[in-house]
């Protein structure tokens, strides 16, 4: 139990420090549409910006190139929503944990028209910018780090009574898994030794007709 307890601690900390932020540049053709799913608890903070890439510089997008953007949460409650953009960003703070969603859509048009977007989403302790941070403390360096670490150690602090939910459920369930199990493996013997004497009682009967016995 204890290694698994540590396994699940690791695995833990390793999620937090790998999984909790993403940048990525996707394609999207006009009347489609794209999601993106990310597993986020309670309370924590989420932070994401998109914009659509531009072919050349020097030119602006032409009209047909807008994108809308919608971010719900697991049981549907709706967190930001805008409709033909060319960028935007969204902030909020989970309600819920669970699979929360950012979807993009494209206008159709035809002829078809394939835009490049920019996604950039960040939660938990990567959602906080720490150059501001730094900015507007006047901290320094060695301050800056620590804050981190702090935020980090709140995060995992956060998961280990999460992991203490789950274990104490999955105990409780097996309890009441081998609690069942006992119930109907005795009530499967009552049954077979009721089968067993009913099929004595019926070949006693059988031969005594027959005299045999």
Known sequence: MNLIRVSLIF??????????????????????????????????????????????????????????????????????????????????????????????????HNPKVTLTVDFDWRTGVHAKDWTNVAKKGSVDVMELELKKLYDTVSSIHQEMFLLREREEEMQELNRSTNSRMAWLSGLSFFICITVAGLQLWHLKTFFEKKKII
């Open 11 to 108: 695995a833990v900390i390793i999620g937090i420090l790998s999984t909790t932020s993403q940048s990525l540049r996707f394609e999207l053709q006009s009347g489609h549409t794209k999601c993106i799913a990310e597993d986020i608890k309670s309370n924590s903070m989420s932070v994401g910006k998109y914009s659509l890439v531009k072919a050349d510089e020097a030119h602006p997008l032409p009209e047909s190139h807008k994108v809308t953007v919608r971010v719900t949460s697991t049981s549907g409650n709706s967190y930001h929503y805008t409709e033909n953009v060319e960028s935007g960003q969204f902030a909020f703070t989970a309600a819920e944990s669970g699979d929360y969603m950012v979807c993009f859509w494209a206008v159709d």
